[in-house]
């Protein structure tokens, strides 16, 4: 098994058989990465082309300093919410009445969902709602952060935010996947 | 098995953690298609092409050398001098033989014969069998001059030209051979074979005998043989037939970029070159490596490290026997300053080539002192390209990104080169020259639509050493 490391080097000199081997090992996970920011396949492809081409244009520029795939990553991430900032229009109006007042239930239990289904139900959320989400959820960032990211306020991340998780839980409940704790154990 | 999650975060983070899904093959293609100098940009198949097309230039022209059948000429000169420089001494040592020598002379005039027949053993070593034939005839009839006198008159074969010079001088003794037959006949067989096998060998013999006569005063007469035919007059070949030549240079270079002076980069290449010269006109091929460089910047665009702040990501409530405490889960944060800040870290970047040129030119010879021009084109081929990292310490900021401000090269160049230049003769075979060239680029080195400039040129002076056959 060839290291990452060998593999980058390949590719900063230009070597189609690296350039070859970092897809095959990352495009899988990175499609993973693209699709719970794009709506459907066909947008995810797209985005994960623009991004794959940006890593081997960029490549030289990655300092063996931080993960790899952390920074393949981060690509993935900028070029999705690029894309869809250039793309995409936004449209909150179906959510835009659910109340920001999103808090976990003590007593609530999500059961198992394979990454399929909830990547229909990340895809059903308004694409705006979806990158805090994405943001917030899978990349850790902070409020402020993604503010600066998405070019929106603060508290507008934040009521989003929760606004998108109550959309979440709905869509989840019509799944059946939420139980309560009685529920649970009952 | 996991029972439930007790948030929705939890939940997706922890079913999407190793999601993954084949992309199509199509996505892979027109990420290949869109990366620049995929394919070709492999080094090594650009080193590969390169040598190919070096060695095929090295091969036409060895096969013209070939075609032109040059070094026959050449070789049957040299053995002519060695030849005729050997003869010289045995003329000097044999100019006044003493009428009624004794055998003891013979002996000893057929010993030098014989080394000076071994002096051309390496040239020709089926001229020196055929010589040794003879002079095993004449050692075994050693004493007896008739006999020797005999032998060569029949022969007329070139090689024995040599044995006939030596041979007159020697005195008539009165002794017979016993196998004066035979050995004509042996010598017959001899002629016949040099005859056929060596047919240059004919022309620098003739050369030798004429050489002979005009150094001994006379004593020998053209006419000496009478069977022998009359010898065709000899020609110098010098300066008329091609000749070869390799040579090795440096070249230290500057390029120009007429529409962009900021552009003025230094280079310096080693080759090694093969000359074909006939009748004064030159054709010159060989492989180079060139060695440049590009000095620019990186700019790096980075985002000041202002602070930390713990941020409160969590609330939960504790029930005691006090009642219910909230605590609160935090996590630290880093805050950057919103300005991005841009900063230039100095970088040089290097390159090799693989420069094959294929030129044509004029050129005469003096005494010492030759001068010569020439032109055509030549294929630069990148072959490596060497990018130092970024040198830049950002401590606690937030690097956001580098970029390399220097516009990448194209892989394959051509240019016309022109040159005009001096050589002076160290030796026989060894010339130094002095060559000032110029190259005129078809395209700018570097990638289109990066820089605006166009067809640079370059100056450089290429001095070296030639080693001629």
Redesign the interface.
Same mark, same amino acid.
């Given at each position: 098994m060839i290291g990452d490391d060998k593999i980058i080097e390949g590719c900063k000199k230009g070597k189609k058989r690296s350039q070859n081997r970092l897809y095959e090992k990352y495009a899988p996970g990175m499609l993973g990465v693209c699709l719970r920011y794009c709506s459907n396949m066909t947008e995810a492809e797209d985005v994960l082309q623009e991004g794959f081409i940006k890593v081997f244009m960029h490549i030289r520029n990655f300092r063996s300093e931080g993960s790899f795939e952390g920074w393949i990553r981060r690509i993935m991430v900028n070029t999705a919410i690029t894309y869809i900032k250039k793309n995409v229009k936004y449209s909150y109006e179906d959510i835009d009445n659910i109340p920001a007042d999103y808090q976990e239930e003590e007593d609530v239990v999500y059961s198992p969902v394979s990454p399929e289904v909830l990547i229909k139900i990340l895809q059903s959320l308004p694409d705006g709602y979806r990158n805090v989400i994405n943001l917030y959820i899978f990349e850790g960032y902070a409020h402020k952060e993604i503010a600066e990211i998405l070019g929106i306020s603060e508290s507008t991340s934040k009521s989003q935010l929760s606004k998108a998780k109550k959309f979440l839980r709905n869509k989840l409940e019509e799944k059946n996947k939420v139980l309560t704790t009685s529920t649970a154990n009952g | 098995m !996991?029972? +439930?999650?007790?948030?929705?975060?939890? %939940?997706?983070?922890n079913?999407?953690k190793d999601? @993954? %899904?084949? *992309? *199509?093959e199509h996505?892979?293609e !027109?990420?290949?298609n869109?990366? *620049? +100098?995929? +394919?070709t !940009?492999?080094?090594f198949y650009r080193f590969r092409y390169g040598g190919i097309i070096g060695l095929s230039s090295i091969l036409i022209l060895a096969g013209l050398f070939s075609f032109m059948d040059f070094s026959k000429t050449t070789d049957v000169n040299t053995n002519a001098v060695t030849l005729n420089s050997a003869i010289e001494v045995t003329n000097s040592q044999v100019q006044e033989p003493e009428t009624g020598a004794s055998d003891r002379e013979n002996v000893a005039i057929v010993d030098f014969t014989n080394d000076v027949l071994e002096s051309s053993e390496e040239v020709q070593t089926q001229t020196v069998e055929t010589n040794k034939n003879i002079l095993e005839i004449e050692n075994s009839i050693s004493g007896n001059s008739d006999t020797e006198n005999n032998l060569i008159t029949k022969n007329t074969s070139p090689a024995n030209d040599l044995n006939a010079t030596v041979s007159s001088f020697i005195p008539d003794t009165d002794s017979e051979s016993e196998n004066e037959d035979n050995l004509l006949a042996m010598a017959d067989g001899t002629e016949h074979m040099l005859v056929t096998s060596l047919p240059g060998t004919h022309e620098s013999n003739v050369k030798s005998s004429e050489f002979n006569e005009n150094q001994s005063d006379g004593s020998v007469e053209n006419d000496m043989n009478p069977s022998e035919p009359s010898a065709p007059e000899f020609k110098s070949d010098y300066g008329k037939k091609g000749n070869i030549m390799l040579g090795l240079s440096f070249t230290p270079e500057i390029t120009f970029f007429p529409s962009d002076n900021k552009l003025t980069n230094q280079s310096y290449s080693v080759d090694g070159s093969v000359i074909y010269k006939f009748s004064g006109y030159l054709l010159q091929s060989g492989v180079g490596v060139q060695f440049a460089s590009d000095d620019g910047n990186y700019k790096v665009d980075y985002q000041k490290f202002l602070g930390t702040y713990e941020?409160v990501?969590n609330v939960t409530f504790d029930t005691t026997a006090s009642g219910v405490v909230p605590v609160y889960h935090t996590q630290t944060?880093e805050v950057y300053d919103?300005i991005s800040r841009v900063t230039l870290t100095p970088t040089k970047n290097k390159y090799t080539y693989l420069q094959i040129p294929i030129l044509f030119g004029y050129g005469e010879d003096y005494k010492r002192i030759s001068w010569f021009v020439k032109g055509g084109p030549s294929v630069a081929i990148l072959i490596n @390209?060497g990018?130092p990292?970024?040198n830049f310490d950002s401590g606690n900021n937030r690097v956001l990104?580098?970029? !390399?401000e220097l516009p990448a090269r194209i892989n394959t160049n051509w240019s016309f080169v022109f040159s005009a230049g001096v050589g002076y003769k160290l030796g026989n075979h060894i010339s130094i020259t002095l060559e000032p060239t110029m190259r005129f680029y078809m395209k700018s080195a570097y990638e289109r639509n990066v820089v605006t400039t166009k067809h640079p040129y370059s100056l450089g002076i290429r001095t070296g050493l030639l080693f001629g056959f």
């Amino acid at each position: 098994m060839i290291g990452d490391d060998k593999i980058i080097e390949g590719c900063k000199k230009g070597k189609k058989r690296s350039q070859n081997r970092l897809y095959e090992k990352y495009a899988p996970g990175m499609l993973g990465v693209c699709l719970r920011y794009c709506s459907n396949m066909t947008e995810a492809e797209d985005v994960l082309q623009e991004g794959f081409i940006k890593v081997f244009m960029h490549i030289r520029n990655f300092r063996s300093e931080g993960s790899f795939e952390g920074w393949i990553r981060r690509i993935m991430v900028n070029t999705a919410i690029t894309y869809i900032k250039k793309n995409v229009k936004y449209s909150y109006e179906d959510i835009d009445n659910i109340p920001a007042d999103y808090q976990e239930e003590e007593d609530v239990v999500y059961s198992p969902v394979s990454p399929e289904v909830l990547i229909k139900i990340l895809q059903s959320l308004p694409d705006g709602y979806r990158n805090v989400i994405n943001l917030y959820i899978f990349e850790g960032y902070a409020h402020k952060e993604i503010a600066e990211i998405l070019g929106i306020s603060e508290s507008t991340s934040k009521s989003q935010l929760s606004k998108a998780k109550k959309f979440l839980r709905n869509k989840l409940e019509e799944k059946n996947k939420v139980l309560t704790t009685s529920t649970a154990n009952g | 098995m !996991n029972q +439930g999650y007790k948030n929705i975060d939890d %939940l997706f983070r922890n079913e999407f953690k190793d999601f @993954e %899904l084949d *992309p *199509p093959e199509h996505v892979w293609e !027109n990420v290949k298609n869109s990366i *620049p +100098g995929s +394919g070709t !940009n492999n080094s090594f198949y650009r080193f590969r092409y390169g040598g190919i097309i070096g060695l095929s230039s090295i091969l036409i022209l060895a096969g013209l050398f070939s075609f032109m059948d040059f070094s026959k000429t050449t070789d049957v000169n040299t053995n002519a001098v060695t030849l005729n420089s050997a003869i010289e001494v045995t003329n000097s040592q044999v100019q006044e033989p003493e009428t009624g020598a004794s055998d003891r002379e013979n002996v000893a005039i057929v010993d030098f014969t014989n080394d000076v027949l071994e002096s051309s053993e390496e040239v020709q070593t089926q001229t020196v069998e055929t010589n040794k034939n003879i002079l095993e005839i004449e050692n075994s009839i050693s004493g007896n001059s008739d006999t020797e006198n005999n032998l060569i008159t029949k022969n007329t074969s070139p090689a024995n030209d040599l044995n006939a010079t030596v041979s007159s001088f020697i005195p008539d003794t009165d002794s017979e051979s016993e196998n004066e037959d035979n050995l004509l006949a042996m010598a017959d067989g001899t002629e016949h074979m040099l005859v056929t096998s060596l047919p240059g060998t004919h022309e620098s013999n003739v050369k030798s005998s004429e050489f002979n006569e005009n150094q001994s005063d006379g004593s020998v007469e053209n006419d000496m043989n009478p069977s022998e035919p009359s010898a065709p007059e000899f020609k110098s070949d010098y300066g008329k037939k091609g000749n070869i030549m390799l040579g090795l240079s440096f070249t230290p270079e500057i390029t120009f970029f007429p529409s962009d002076n900021k552009l003025t980069n230094q280079s310096y290449s080693v080759d090694g070159s093969v000359i074909y010269k006939f009748s004064g006109y030159l054709l010159q091929s060989g492989v180079g490596v060139q060695f440049a460089s590009d000095d620019g910047n990186y700019k790096v665009d980075y985002q000041k490290f202002l602070g930390t702040y713990e941020d409160v990501y969590n609330v939960t409530f504790d029930t005691t026997a006090s009642g219910v405490v909230p605590v609160y889960h935090t996590q630290t944060v880093e805050v950057y300053d919103s300005i991005s800040r841009v900063t230039l870290t100095p970088t040089k970047n290097k390159y090799t080539y693989l420069q094959i040129p294929i030129l044509f030119g004029y050129g005469e010879d003096y005494k010492r002192i030759s001068w010569f021009v020439k032109g055509g084109p030549s294929v630069a081929i990148l072959i490596n @390209e060497g990018q130092p990292s970024v040198n830049f310490d950002s401590g606690n900021n937030r690097v956001l990104n580098y970029e !390399n401000e220097l516009p990448a090269r194209i892989n394959t160049n051509w240019s016309f080169v022109f040159s005009a230049g001096v050589g002076y003769k160290l030796g026989n075979h060894i010339s130094i020259t002095l060559e000032p060239t110029m190259r005129f680029y078809m395209k700018s080195a570097y990638e289109r639509n990066v820089v605006t400039t166009k067809h640079p040129y370059s100056l450089g002076i290429r001095t070296g050493l030639l080693f001629g056959f």
